[in-house]
């Protein structure tokens, strides 16, 4: 299981929308594996497919960043179903390291995905994992967190990437 390269802030396919998978006669294990694999490695909870360079819509997600068995959360073209109330809290993202802020996000999701054989199921979630759904479903829709940051915050991290940039340092 190789641990992949994370896309950073500034590569086009983080600013794509995703290509929904339809052809699960595929062997996507193998796809899944690194991308759990370069999740654990970063750390992370959660990585969307398109933060390796892959413009489909598969993400893993786990709460708990490997440290309990059975958390791992595998799906395809995962849809937000139902969200409600609301949590505010500190959020980040591989593909933007070393930056974060305080994010809305809905303190309660209903979200139907696929399993890689291509059956259908629904999850509740909530806290962390609420916040995780939305986050990588948010990679899928080619959104970072920061568009969901206060404007003076997401234009201070912009300027601050963009000058980073310049200078070949990201």
């Known amino acids: 299981m190789p641990v992949r390269n994370i896309l950073r802030y500034g590569a086009e396919p983080l600013s794509t929308v995703s290509v929904p998978i ?49 958390e791992l959360i595998v799906m395809a073209n995962p849809e937000i179903l139902e969200a409600e109330g609301r949590q505010l809290a500190e959020e980040g993202c591989l593909s933007v390291p070393g930056y974060s802020g305080v994010t809305r996000r809905p303190a309660r999701v209903r979200v139907r995905g696929q399993r890689l054989d291509g059956s259908s199921f629904e999850m509740e979630a909530t806290g962390l994992l609420a916040r995780a759904f939305g986050h990588e479903v948010d ?32």
Request: glycine share 10%; hydrophobic share 40%.
């Open 22 to 70: 339809t052809d699960f006669s595929r062997d996507w294990q193998s796809l899944v594996d690194d991308m759990v694999a370069t999740m654990y490695a970063a750390p992370g909870v959660g990585l969307a497919a398109p933060q390796i360079g892959i413009n489909e819509r598969l993400i893993v997600i786990d709460i708990s960043a490997g440290d309990r068995e059975g």
């Open 139 to 170: 990679h899928l829709d080619g959104r970072l967190f920061m568009e969901r940051l206060g404007a003076l915050k997401r234009d201070l991290i912009r300027r601050k990437l963009r000058r980073r940039i310049r200078r070949g340092d990201w």
